[in-house]
């Protein structure tokens, strides 16, 4: 059984441009979450979709916004880079109807730099 | 606000035991969950408690005080392998996680 996809792995940005990553979860596996990941800070959530709806939402700015296809595939979207976008964006599958009372499942994530 | 206190760093030796403890404030509780995540590398799932007491799984253990808002993991016959950062994360009222900045646990020969 393949595990959780993400990409790019790796990206450098310049400030002010915008970044599109991808998420494809476990096969079955309905439900997308996205977290950022900093040094010292662990982990925040960003979102989570559930059959391509947005089920729940962290206290990110609008910059930052995702969605989710009917193949269950998820990007996240951040524009108008800031330094302090640099970091570690992990997507997490499960397959739960119930939101976060189970295992999530990690990708490798995807490592932003933005210069 | 929601808050989850962990260690930063800790350091054992190998063979030994090493208790990692978690306290937690958060707005309601839906169960708390411990990854581990070696350097460079995904989170990986350890353990899922809900109820009170201990949950044993080989030679990691996990246990929960929802009175006292706290949990410890608890690894036995450290390995080197063992060599990587804690996460100890709970679900909130409106199943949200909410997560610890993670301990990170050094085994020495």
């Known amino acids: 059984k393949a595990g959780v996809t993400q990409t790019p792995r790796y990206l450098i940005k310049t400030r002010g441009q915008q970044v599109t990553l991808s998420c494809s979860p476990i096969?079955?596996?309905?439900?997308v979450s996205w977290y950022q990941q900093t040094p010292g800070q662990g982990l925040q959530f960003l979102f989570e979709?559930?059959?391509?709806?947005?089920?729940n939402k962290g206290n990110f700015p609008g910059r930052f916004s995702g969605r989710q296809f009917s193949n269950s595939r998820s990007e996240m979207n951040v524009s108008t880079l800031e330094l302090g976008d640099s970091a570690l964006y992990l997507c997490a599958s499960s397959p739960g109807t119930e939101p976060n009372t189970g295992e999530l499942f990690f990708g490798e994530g995807s490592r932003l730099t933005v210069l | 606000g929601q808050n989850i206190d962990q260690p930063t760093e800790m350091t054992a030796t190998e063979g030994a035991i090493v208790q990692i403890n978690c306290t937690y404030q958060t707005s309601g509780f839906n169960g708390l969950f411990w990854y581990q995540q070696h350097a460079g590398e995904a989170p990986t799932f350890l353990s899922y408690n809900v109820l009170d007491g201990l949950e044993e799984k080989g030679r990691f253990s996990s246990f929960l005080s929802r009175s006292k808002g706290y949990s410890y993991l608890l690894l036995k016959e450290l390995q080197m392998k063992d060599s990587a950062s804690y996460l100890c994360a709970v679900t909130d009222s409106n199943y949200q996680l909410i997560w610890g900045a993670g301990t990170k646990l050094i085994i020495k020969p």
């Open positions: 979709y559930f059959s391509e709806t947005q089920r």
């Open positions: 096969s079955g596996h309905r439900s």
